[in-house]
Nanobody, 117 residues
Framework: QVQLVESGGGLVQSGGALRLSCVAS????????MGWYCQVPGKQRELVAS???????NYLDSVKGRFTITRDNAKNTVVLQMNSLKPEDTAVYYC???????????WGQGTQVTVSS
């Protein structure tokens, strides 16, 4: 059974930082593209950052220069370091694992990030 367990969300003031972690189990981690998505009520889930199996990264324009995604294949972990947070970053953040070949696609339960002004 595949599980993605997120941690690290919370309440922070504008300009602050948070570190989201996602630990994966039940899958071969190094053949999955890992990503973080965010969702606010009434809107579709949106890709914030992703990291390929080779370490290539991709970011939403609004977070470039502020967020950094990394992965540790030995620990089955993906981390999103969020700096210079803004109120508009407030959302539920979801960890995602997408197999590089095939349709396997998994989600974590989500973690709330709230940035106060």
């Amino acid at each position: 059974q595949v599980q993605l367990v997120e941690s690290g969300g919370g309440l922070v003031q504008s300009g602050g930082a948070l570190r989201l972690s996602c630990v994966a189990s039940g899958l071969i981690f190094n053949i999955y593209i890992m990503g973080w998505y965010c969702q606010v009520p009434g809107k579709q889930r949106e890709l914030v950052a992703s990291i390929s199996t080779t370490g290539s990264t991709n970011y939403l324009d609004s977070v470039k220069g502020r967020f950094t995604i990394t992965r540790d294949n030995a620990k089955n972990t993906v981390v999103l370091q969020m700096n210079s947070l803004k109120p508009e970053d407030t959302a539920v953040y979801y960890c995602n694992a997408k197999k590089i070949v095939g349709r396997n696609n998994y989600w974590g339960q989500g973690t709330q990030v709230t940035v106060s002004s």
